[in-house]
């Protein structure tokens, strides 16, 4: 399970992330999967993770709007991407944009983990606290 949260190294100029040795520790190979989250965020995902999200997206009707939007939404943002030997990646330019980051937030939420920009996750921090 991804858990913690965590303030990774983070170079703005190349876009390289440096995921935390922690989160790094649970992925069985040297790629993750990124796509868009909810809330703007970035959602990462190892394979298995990813295979089986991907399946529960699949087995929803094609007929339903929802499930055709959420779909889109998942699968055409969705990028393979791979570690160098020191545990760092580069995010796509469309998945930063998306989640506006500038200072990242690396956050485990159990079968993946995310990306937030900081005060993003601040403000969804938040809210969380007032729901409660």
């Not at 030997?85 to 469309?94: K, S, T, Y």
Request: aromatic share 14%.
């Amino acid at each position: 399970m991804y858990l913690g949260s965590y303030r990774p190294s983070f170079d703005k100029n190349t876009r390289r992330i440096a995921l935390p040795k922690k989160i790094r520790s649970y992925l069985a190979i040297n790629e993750v999967i990124l796509t868009y989250g909810f809330e703007r965020c970035i959602f990462g995902f190892d394979k298995d993770a990813w295979q089986k999200e991907s399946e529960k997206q699949l087995n929803e009707p094609i007929t339903n709007r929802g499930a055709r939007d959420t779909r889109r939404f998942f699968f055409a943002s969705a990028r393979l991407v791979q570690f160098d030997n020191q545990g760092r990646f580069v995010i796509p330019n469309d998945l930063l944009e998306y989640a506006r980051i500038t200072s990242p937030i690396v956050i485990g939420a159990g079968d993946h983990f995310e990306i937030w920009e900081e005060f993003s996750w601040q403000e969804q921090m938040d809210k969380l606290e007032e729901d409660r």
